[in-house]
């Protein structure tokens, strides 16, 4: 079916919350809107044609047959309704991602019902997305992957979604504007030029506490942005997993350092932020220690994905 | 942002196709062989298709398929529109919608078309098993709808069960809506000349074989059912059309005032309730002599010089009147002389030998009574035979029958009669009617059938009136006491449900007419006035269409909440070890603590380990429990989780 145009978005604005909410959230009746759609509109007149005929011939089957449509009409109105009402769900954001992306929200919906819930359509609420079709079987819980485009650097909130079914009918619309509260990181859109000369040191571990690869050093806490290849796998089996998993510290290498630095850059803010993105995700690739400056914060030279991270949520955060 | 309407699954298409034959099909019985053969092919091409690979019909040849449809519709019926038409374009277009599904729009488009074509049937019946079949019909064109709707992949059997489910929440409505929805009578505009085609009954004429025609159908005339006793066969003559006028070979009515027939009754009067087949004519076929007139609004009932009862309209549909009868009465005694004088002629040049006869019996018995008798006693001596199949009959139709062939059926003996009479210069007349029926032991209504068609004769006696008198009961009695089965020799060609011979039949026959009879009473007889009826007995009295509309939105209001009350009963947990997971997490989040749904109860009892230390044992151990019990094997106990639930509760 074709949606109406203004209407559509009227009827968007009007039923969209004004904020996200935090924690789970359950559709319950007051969340729920129902219309007619098309095909509910095209049943009616028919269903008036059939009452005039029936009445004009005077068929007093017809009449019975018409109210009994009348009555599968309301009958599927409920139960559109019904399809929606009860789902919880919630939404989380994922890793980071550079701007020109698409973000993959996961939204994790439950169905607590004993019946399965048929035909739901999720869309954002202004209709941009292409609609994902789910169907849920009961008691199930099931994740469902939402691409929003990931445009600007900094935050993106998640939009409030459209959650929308006709099942079992057609003949109604229910829907439902959820607004989980879900963020995720977007790292500036990276422009890539060639990396300012580096500084290289030469000196080989002397310096006590940095890191290298290539002589173990010690064993500290895990830390999220650590690679598990450096989990230290034996340790965590000894203690039956009841301590936090604990990574293999390296040092030793030979290392050059590199700052990058925000008056090294060229052009506006923008275009700034965005050569040192790609500075940074080059540095990290080439494996060399890289320290960032900004004005107003530096963060001395390091390498491993704790310190991208750290250093492209200070350019994603950057405020001008 | 337009959308495009969601496109057609392969699976849909078997139930679009059940759809569309399930629809059609019935229609084949009223529409010409082509339009059949044209959608059957449509239908077969569209099923070969759906295995090969469904692609729509090229533009040419749908435009081709509509032109040719809608020509050869022009030529058989010489127009588009008008009820049998109207039905056979619907026909045509449903067949042709196959040819272009594309999108989910068109099969809703279909599924519609459906809908309507359903409506159509009950122009040609409206009977029980009508009624079944397109209950059923209904079932699977919701439950293509619902498939449309849900996953491509649902079986059949959870689309038909969803469907029976709605259809039967939907029932409620139905009746509801029956009883209250404030009904008009048609029609809201003209009808097409074809809407009431094909109706047997009695005509306003009678020629040689018309009433041993009808007579050969089984088809139910009336049903009536008296407060009190049922009048004994030999007086069940229903009156309808008065036949005055002969030009030789057929009667006709001749003239009537638009007056009383100046009636005396007698004898006591039995009320009683006639309910009418459908004949497409205005006369109501009352019991000899009726003494009150029905007054249903809209019918305007009227008896005229003739004593026929009519109404202001035909009988386009079954229809219910109450009657007052007196078998006891006098009728015209003061009859003026220029009716009398009609009554008396007859066509020059036709049946010599009759008149003849009839002068005879003026010239021997000076009283008109005694030429009656003489009339009467000569069926009753001569060899006369009553049948279903008289021999043929030339131009001199009397004389043949009355010299040479004998054998006749009851319009012969009734046109003799009377052809005799006004030789003999007494007044007669032909009045057909109905006369006997039979009691079906099941409800107790008085059954007439078409095979209960009669004729019979009037003649005016100074001081008596109109006398009713009834040859065919000269030549077999049988035939007015116990009905035209018994007075029939073998191996006349009566209706089988007729023939009283088989009585396994009969008892069969007999229930099943009771049930129709009261599908037709309490279903397909509720009218603007049954409504009132039931509106009063609610106790609205004159209830008007202000009234009726509250009182049908009130009500179906109600119902509508009634159902969603019962839709959106809070669901019960499935799994009892959930629901009591569950009522942790609300007693957790009471405390301030968030628990997001898709955290695991374990990982749940670990992060509480630090977040909130003194509940931690009591969550793990409720968590441990829940997970054992979802995760292993068999029923498990729920016991030990209820105790640990009541542990952390206390917390």
């Known amino acids: 079916m074709i949606h109406l145009r203004l209407p559509g978005r009227w009827l968007a604005r009007l039923t969209q919350p004004r904020r996200s909410e935090s924690g789970p959230i359950r559709l319950n009746r007051r969340r729920i809107y129902i219309l007619p759609t098309r095909a509910g509109f095209l049943y009616l007149a028919t269903l008036l044609i059939m009452l005039l005929g029936a009445i004009n011939y005077d068929l007093a089957l017809g009449h019975a047959l018409v109210f009994l449509l009348t009555g599968l009409g309301l009958a599927g109105m409920l139960h559109t309704q019904r399809n929606l009402l009860g789902l919880e769900l919630a939404a989380s954001g994922q890793e980071p991602v550079t701007a020109g992306e698409l973000a993959h929200f996961r939204i994790s919906v439950r169905n607590p019902a004993p019946r399965p819930r048929i035909s739901l359509e999720w869309s954002d609420a202004r209709r941009t997305l292409p609609p994902l079709l789910q169907h849920i079987p009961p008691g199930y819980s099931t994740t469902l992957q939402l691409p929003i485009p990931a445009v600007q650097r900094g935050w993106l909130e998640l939009p409030p979604l459209r959650l929308a079914s006709r099942y079992p009918l057609g003949l109604f619309e229910a829907w439902a504007h959820p607004w989980p509260e879900a963020r995720c990181l977007v790292y500036p859109r990276p422009h890539f030029t060639p990396l300012p000369p580096g500084l290289a040191t030469g000196s080989t571990g002397d310096r006590h506490g940095h890191e290298g690869q290539e002589d173990f050093a010690g064993l500290r806490e895990r830390q999220p942005a650590d690679s598990p290849r450096h989990i230290a796998w034996k340790a965590a089996a000894r203690d039956m997993g009841n301590r936090p998993l604990q990574v293999k510290t390296f040092s030793g290498g030979a290392r050059e350092e590199l700052w990058l630095d925000w008056d090294a850059a060229h052009g506006d803010a923008e275009q700034r932020l965005s050569q040192l993105t790609a500075w940074v995700m080059d540095a990290e690739a080439a494996g060399l220690d890289y320290g960032l400056r900004l004005p107003g914060c530096q963060f001395p030279p390091a390498r491993g994905p704790a310190h991208r991270h750290r250093c492209l949520e200070a350019l994603a955060l950057y405020a001008a | 942002m337009a959308r495009t309407s969601a496109p057609l699954h392969h699976a849909h298409l078997p139930w679009l196709l059940l759809v569309a034959l399930l629809t059609t099909l019935p229609h084949s019985r009223y529409q010409p062989l082509w339009l059949t053969a044209v959608a059957g092919l449509v239908l077969l091409g569209v099923a070969w298709q759906w295995r090969q690979g469904y692609q729509v019909a090229r533009n040419w040849l749908k435009l081709l398929l509509v032109m040719a449809g809608c020509a050869g519709i022009l030529l058989h019926y010489k127009t588009l529109f008008g009820r049998d038409a109207g039905v056979a374009m619907l026909v045509l277009f449903m067949a042709l919608k196959l040819l272009e599904l594309k999108h989910r729009r068109d099969a809703i488009v279909l599924v519609t078309l459906g809908y309507f074509l359903l409506l159509t049937h009950y122009f040609y019946s409206q009977s029980i098993p009508t009624g079944l079949w397109l209950l059923g019909t209904t079932l699977v064109i919701t439950a293509c709808l619902i498939h449309l709707h849900g996953a491509p992949q649902a079986s059949p059997r959870t689309s038909l069960a969803t469907s029976g489910k709605l259809l039967l929440q939907a029932l409620p409505f139905m009746v509801l809506l029956y009883l209250l929805f404030p009904r008009i009578t048609g029609p809201l505009w003209g009808l097409p000349q074809d809407a009431h085609a094909g109706r047997t009954g009695l005509s306003d004429t009678m020629s040689p074989g018309n009433i041993s025609e009808l007579a050969q159908s089984g088809e139910i005339a009336l049903r009536a059912f008296f407060n009190g006793p049922v009048p004994p066969p030999e007086q069940r003559y229903w009156r309808g059309p008065v036949l005055d006028s002969y030009d030789g070979r057929t009667w006709r009515t001749g003239r009537s005032e638009n007056r009383a027939p100046g009636l005396e009754h007698t004898g006591p009067a039995l009320h009683y309730t006639l309910t009418l087949e459908a004949h497409n004519q205005r006369w109501l076929l009352p019991l000899e002599m009726p003494a009150s007139l029905p007054d249903p609004p809209g019918l305007e009932a009227r008896i005229d010089s003739n004593g026929l009862v009519q109404a202001r309209n035909p009988l386009k549909s079954r229809q219910r009147v109450e009657f007052t009868s007196s078998p006891d009465y006098r009728m015209g005694v003061m009859e003026s002389p220029q009716v009398l004088w009609r009554n008396l002629q007859l066509p020059e040049g036709f049946n010599p030998r009759t008149l003849a006869l009839g002068r005879s019996w003026q010239q021997r018995h000076p009283q008109p009574r005694q030429r009656v008798q003489a009339a009467l006693d000569h069926f009753r001596q001569e060899p006369f035979i009553y049948t279903l199949r008289p021999p043929f009959l030339g131009q001199q139709a009397m004389d043949e029958f009355l010299f040479n062939t004998r054998r006749g059926f009851c319009e012969h003996y009734a046109s003799a009669f009377v052809i005799l009479m006004r030789a003999a210069g007494v007044p007669a007349r032909v009045v057909t009617g109905y006369q006997g029926g039979e009691i079906n032991p099941v409800d107790g209504f008085l059954v007439v059938r078409q095979s209960d068609a009669h004729a019979w004769a009037e003649v005016w006696l100074e001081g008596q009136g109109w006398v009713r008198v009834d040859p065919t009961a000269a030549i077999s009695p049988a035939r007015i006491e116990t009905g035209i089965a018994s007075a029939l020799p073998e191996g006349e060609p009566l209706p089988m449900l007729v023939d009283a011979r088989l009585d396994w039949l009969l008892s069969m026959r007999n229930q099943w007419e009771a049930i129709n009879n009261r599908w037709n009473q ?124 009541k542990r952390l509760l206390r917390r």
């Not at chain 2, 793990?620 to 030990?640: I, N």
């Open chain 2, 522 to 645: 309490l279903v397909l007889g509720y009218n603007p006035e049954r409504q009132r009826e039931l509106f009063a007995r609610l106790g609205f009295q004159d209830a008007d269409w202000k009234t009726m509309g509250t009182a049908l939105g009130i009500s179906m209001g109600t119902l509508l909440l009634l159902l969603a009350a019962w839709v959106f009963r809070p669901v019960r947990e499935n799994d009892p070890a959930l629901a009591i997971w569950r009522r942790a997490i609300r007693h957790l989040e009471r405390r301030g603590i968030a628990c997001p749904p898709w955290e695991t109860p374990l990982a749940l009892a670990r992060r509480l380990e630090q977040e909130a230390p003194e509940l931690a044992p009591a969550v793990a151990e409720l968590a441990q429990l829940v997970t054992t019990a979802r995760y292993h094997p068999g029923s498990p106990r729920m016991e030990p989780l209820r105790l640990a639930l």
